[in-house]
């Protein structure tokens, strides 16, 4: 009987060790995870620049708009005081009276027409 000696066999388990070592399948790990963290930051400063662009656009846009705003709105509260004074004023002449009766009186009631002055005409 033949006695066969593998003469390799320290060395055979020694790349196996070497290729299932502990410390270096936690550093593999542990890059690729760094990696991943660096693309996720990567992307969102991307974003995180797009994003600014495109305020610093809108931004811009609004520095132009903002006047004619401002005019409009002031536009806007100043027609809106005449409205209301209007109305008011509206509502005095239509509401005025003289020793309690109403002021404003048809052609035919009206004194001056009944006496045939020129104010009526």
């Keep these: 009987m033949a006695l066969h000696l593998n003469l390799l066999h320290e060395e055979i388990l020694e790349q196996r060790q070497r290729q299932r070592d ?3 399948i936690g550093m593999l790990v542990l890059c690729s995870c760094g990696a991943l963290l660096f693309l996720y930051y990567a992307w969102n400063a991307y974003q995180t ?6 305020l610093s656009g809108i931004e811009a846009e609004w520095k132009k708009l903002e006047p004619k705003v401002t005019q409009a709105q002031k536009r806007s509260a100043e027609l809106t005081d005449l409205i209301n004074t209007t109305r008011v004023l509206d509502d005095y002449i239509d509401n ?3 020793s309690g ?6 052609p035919p009631e009206c004194p001056a027409h009944q006496h045939g002055s020129a104010i009526a005409r």
């Design 22 to 24: 502990p410390l270096k």
């Design 96 to 98: 005025r009276t003289v």
């Design 101 to 106: 009766k109403t002021f404003t009186l048809r």
């Design 49 to 54: 620049l797009n994003i600014k662009a495109k």
